[in-house]
């Protein structure tokens, strides 16, 4: 990283928290905090960002967003681990999503994985996310893979009531070719 922390936080607080609410589910803008990395590794606290978010004169709505996922999101997935011994397997997630997921098991799908290869989902955020090895990555994935944090969607064909994440619906959300071209150019 070529900035400070104080740095950056100055100049997400000054630059791109207006547009935190509206942009933040958009790789392809700069609406995130870019923060991550400093509170992972703890260069930066949470209470410093948070009294800095709140102190900033920027629109309530986008204030109201970005605390809401630096503290409540994040103190949800802290207690995740914290107080589930099984935070890293499907045995973890929640038991309405386990239950849907073994109800479906026998769709038919194109693809099938054994339970050993859904370690790929791990050990892949432990290793290229910049919240890997973080509370946050593991909340993530349970509620990619089996309902964390979420609540039961209209049955479906493989994933039952877990909200499902088709390569389709995720490209309606977002320019997937603006973000791969600025992400090469990196």
């Known amino acids: 990283m070529s900035s400070s922390p104080d740095r950056s936080l100055r100049r997400f607080v000054r630059a791109q928290l207006d547009g935190y609410g509206r942009d933040r589910n958009h790789p392809e803008l700069p609406g995130t905090s870019q923060l991550s990395a400093y509170l ?3 260069h930066i606290g949470p209470r410093e960002v ?7 004169g920027s ?7 970005f605390l809401e996922q630096l503290i409540v999101r994040r103190e949800l997935a802290v207690n995740f681990v914290t107080f589930n011994d099984t935070y890293d397997r499907l045995a973890g997630c929640e038991r ?24 790929i ?31 039961p969607w209209p049955p479906r064909p493989v994933y039952g009531t877990v909200r ?4 389709a619906s ?3 959300k977002f320019d997937a070719e603006r973000y791969i071209a600025n992400v090469n150019e990196i």
């Open 59 to 65: 629109a309530p709505d986008a204030i109201a967003a």
């Open 164 to 167: 499902s994440m088709s390569c």
């Open 121 to 151: 989902a791990v050990r892949l955020n432990d290793r290229y996310l910049l919240d890997g090895r973080d509370p946050n990555g593991y909340a993530n994935i349970a509620w990619a893979i089996g309902g964390k944090h979420d609540r």
């Open 96 to 119: 309405w999503g386990r239950q849907t997921l073994s109800a479906h098991r026998r769709d038919r799908r194109a693809h099938l994985y054994t339970e050993d290869e859904l370690d």
């Open 170 to 172: 995720t490209l309606r």
């Open 50 to 56: 948070g009294v800095a978010v709140r102190d900033s």
């Open 40 to 42: 992972h590794f703890g």
